[in-house]
């Protein structure tokens, strides 16, 4: 008889399900036991494979959308290149619009996925028509039957994780997690799986990352926008200068900000000691979750999941470039042959 051929139908089929993973070195001087969720191993290599499925599938059900459709966006990171996969497996044109700050590498993983990239000058402000906002809001009013997906806007985006990342670290831990630390850009991820696990046990805190030069912490605070909080940074996807829609601030309980420095030595350090080689924004993560250790916020019973939202494969013109680093002023001429000085 015939063994049955075991294989997934398509690369969609893998996404979600990630695997948490015990923290060993990385955290063996805090207090708890922490566990990784890492978020590389969707096919997309990002968090973003979800809600790229989520809101397109949802988008199917409600009849909005049929294959041959067009997709629009308007980012050359990891939602761009998750919408651009999921688009080729279902038949959709995808078409990203992106700013002229995006790097070439960037642009040509999206084009290798299929996607159609109108590259946008960077030096014009929103409202402006040739912004990728303003672009993608036109094709989006000229191209019949195109969806615009708008993750900073969208419910969808905290529904997508409300239904897969929440339930899965529910189960993971049996149920036995106490503290959930996660970035927040759109706010989805955090959002949702908030929702999620507050609602079979309230009592789990809800512990966000911010960047200095982002509002969300100001905002979650005080219920007020504070443009005096927002100047550049160099952490991509994590923080915000608007209020996202995509950002439920009730179900969080508190924010903590790191710094560009210490957020790419922790991602360093988590692919020294654990050998999870992830992106710059889990590096966040983790420091964050040093932060909240060092300010007493867990004891040896807790059981803290620090989201992982991406792979390293990305930032490896920064972080992971030592010129890169030490052009920050992050590294101070620190080089393997002298590993003394770097306490990983
Ligand atoms: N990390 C990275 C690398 C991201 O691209 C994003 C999304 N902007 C986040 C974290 C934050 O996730 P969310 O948008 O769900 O808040």
């Known amino acids: ?176 997690i106490t503290h959930l630390v996660a970035c927040s850009g759109t706010g989805g991820t955090i959002s949702g799986t908030a929702r999620f696990l507050k609602e079979q046990n309230p009592n789990i805190k809800i512990l966000g990352v911010d960047a200095f030069g982002s509002v969300l912490k100001h905002y979650h605070e005080n219920r007020e926008f504070d443009k005096n909080e927002i100047y550049p940074y160099r952490i991509e996807g994590l923080g915000k200068n608007l209020i996202p829609a995509a950002t439920d601030f009730d179900a969080i309980d508190q924010f903590m900000k790191v710094t560009d420095e210490a957020a790419a030595h922790s991602a360093r350090e988590l692919a020294k000691t654990e050998g999870m080689f992830v992106g710059y924004t889990s590096g966040a993560a983790m420091q964050a979750a040093k932060q909240y250790a060092e300010e007493g916020f867990f004891d040896e019973t807790s059981n803290v999941v620090v989201m992982l939202p991406d792979h390293g494969s990305r930032y490896m013109s920064k972080i992971y470039n030592d010129e890169w680093m030490n052009n920050q002023g992050f590294y101070d001429s620190v080089h393997e042959e002298d590993p003394k000085k770097i306490e990983y």
């Not at 008889?1 to 398509?10: G, L, S, V």
């Not at 990630?18 to 036991?33: C, F, R, V, W």
């Not at 080729?88 to 642009?107: E, F, M, Q, R, W």
């Not at 084009?111 to 030096?123: D, E, H, L, Q």
């Open 1 to 176: 008889m015939k063994q049955e051929i075991e294989a997934y139908n398509n690369v969609l089929e893998l996404i979600g399900n990630t695997p948490l993973i015990k923290l060993q070195k990385a955290t063996n001087s805090l207090q708890g036991n922490f566990y990784a969720k890492v978020e590389a191993f969707n096919p997309g290599h990002s968090s973003k494979d979800r809600i790229a499925l989520y809101i397109l599938e949802q988008a199917e059900k409600k009849g909005i959308i049929k294959p041959g459709d067009t997709i629009i966006e308007t980012t050359s990171g990891n939602t761009g290149f998750s919408i651009a996969m999921v688009s080729i497996i279902k038949g959709y044109d995808c078409i990203l619009a992106v700013s002229s700050k995006s790097s070439p590498d960037k642009i040509d993983m999206l084009r290798a996925m299929g996607a159609k990239v109108y590259v946008c000058p960077a030096n014009v402000s929103a409202d402006d028509p040739r912004s990728y906002y303003e672009v993608a809001k036109r094709l989006h009013e000229e191209i019949k039957g195109s969806v615009y997906i708008n993750q900073y806007f969208n419910e969808l985006n905290i529904d997508a994780h409300y239904h897969s990342t929440g339930p899965e670290i529910w189960n993971q831990t049996n149920g036995q």
